[in-house]
Nanobody
Framework: QVQLAESGGGSVQAGGSLRLSCAVS????????VGWFRQTPGKEREGVAV????????YYADSVKGRFTISQDSAKNTVYLQMNSLTPEDTAMYYC??????????????????????WGQGTQVTVSS
């Protein structure tokens, strides 16, 4: 059973930065697909950034390209989402998700949200103008 725990959300003014963290526990597979997703009330959950620990390209939503960066610290089993130049449109609940990357589904674009079997509880990001 994989457990994910997000942290780092909060309130920030437009133009500011936040770094979200996702601690991934009990995952021993070599290739894991990890992603950050976000959702606002009344809207579908959307992929923000996705990558595979086994390698390959990283996905970024068009709306965050050049501003957000997903990265990992393997020693700490932690995945980060660095968010810069935040705008009020980035306000959402952010979720970390992961699952075994078998069959290269992690490289599908747009990200296959339904393939992610493990989700964190979410962390709120609020950007004020």
């Amino acid at each position: 059973q994989v457990q994910l725990a997000e942290s780092g959300g909060g309130s920030v003014q437009a133009g500011g930065s936040l770094r979200l963290s996702c601690a991934v526990s009990r995952y021993t597979y070599r290739s894991v697909c990890v992603g950050w997703f976000r959702q606002t009330p009344g809207k579908e959950r959307e992929g923000v950034a996705v990558f595979s620990t086994g390698g390959g390209s990283t996905y970024y939503a068009d709306s965050v390209k050049g501003r957000f960066t997903i990265s990992q610290d393997s020693a700490k089993n932690t995945v980060y989402l660095q968010m810069n130049s935040l705008t009020p449109e980035d306000t959402a609940m952010y979720y970390c998700a992961a699952d075994l990357d078998a069959g290269n589904w992690c490289m599908d674009r747009p990200p296959r949200i339904s393939f992610f079997g493990y989700w964190g509880q979410g962390t709120q990001v609020t950007v004020s103008s």
